[in-house]
């Protein structure tokens, strides 16, 4: 089974503060992303990448940016932590080629709260 | 962009009753439909999808949707709910491609399903 990872399940950090999340996939996947979901608004992109190094704003990259140096691993990173950007962090990845599954595999999620 | 759209914020079923979890969409060509399940503290599962074929596509967990072009709906289906049932529902259509042959899904605002023993 894929796996998809995500370091921490639960983050507090303070405002203004640089924050890492990180995700992990161990398939191969080309393609990564990042969502964050708040009730009442489901989930919404922030970044995708496609493959190492390349990457592509979502609906909602204000106040985020993202690094692929390697295949396997895709961080979020919020620069200036704020409170808006409390949320639950959803990861995910697909294989670039067609396969019996389109979608995504996910990962459990990081609930960061900013105080 | 393609987008889609779920009316219902919460659905209540009795368990044992059939149940429908309402989905519609907007696509420019052929949509690629997809079902996926939150439970709590979890991330998304994939349940099924629909990519071209029957109209009637079976999945996971004894769930079902049915594909209706004319209405633009795919409706979550399954006969016999079960309290384990609940959780959160969200539908999702294939974005536009991106570079290099990749696409990125867009989500619904998701459904909450309860199901009362």
């Known amino acids: 089974d894929v796996k998809v990872t995500q370091s921490s399940r639960y983050l507090v950090k303070r405002t203004g503060e640089k924050v890492f999340l990180e995700c992990v996939q161990d398939?191969?996947?080309?393609?990564m992303f990042w969502y964050r979901q708040d009730p009442g608004l489901g989930l919404r992109l922030i970044y995708f990448?496609?493959?190492?190094?390349?990457?592509e704003k979502g609906d909602i990259p204000e106040g985020y940016s993202v690094s692929r140096e390697k295949k396997e691993r895709f961080s979020l990173i919020l620069e200036s932590a704020s409170t808006n950007q409390t949320s639950m962090y959803l990861c995910?990845?697909?294989?670039?080629?067609?396969?019996?599954?389109?979608?995504?595999?996910f990962g459990s999620g990081t609930r960061l709260t900013v105080v | 962009a393609q987008s889609v759209a779920q009316p219902e914020d919460q659905v209540n079923v009795a368990e044992g009753n059939p149940l429908t979890v309402k989905c519609t969409y907007s696509?420019?060509?052929?949509?690629?439909l997809f079902w996926y399940v939150q439970y709590p503290n979890r991330g998304l599962q994939f349940l099924l999808k629909y990519i071209t074929g029957d109209n009637l596509v079976k999945g996971s967990y004894g769930f079902e949707a049915e594909f209706n072009k004319s209405q633009t709906s795919f409706h979550l289906k399954k006969p016999s709910a079960l309290v384990s049932d609940s959780a959160l529902y969200f539908c999702a259509v294939r974005d536009t491609y991106s570079g290099a042959g990749s696409y990125q899904l867009t989500f619904g605002k998701g459904t909450k399903l309860s199901v009362i023993p």
């Open positions: 398939m191969d996947h080309e393609n």
């Open positions: 696509v420019s060509g052929n949509p690629y």
């Open positions: 990448s496609y493959d190492v190094k390349m990457k």
């Open positions: 995910a990845s697909r294989p670039l080629r067609n396969g019996a599954n389109y979608g995504y595999t």
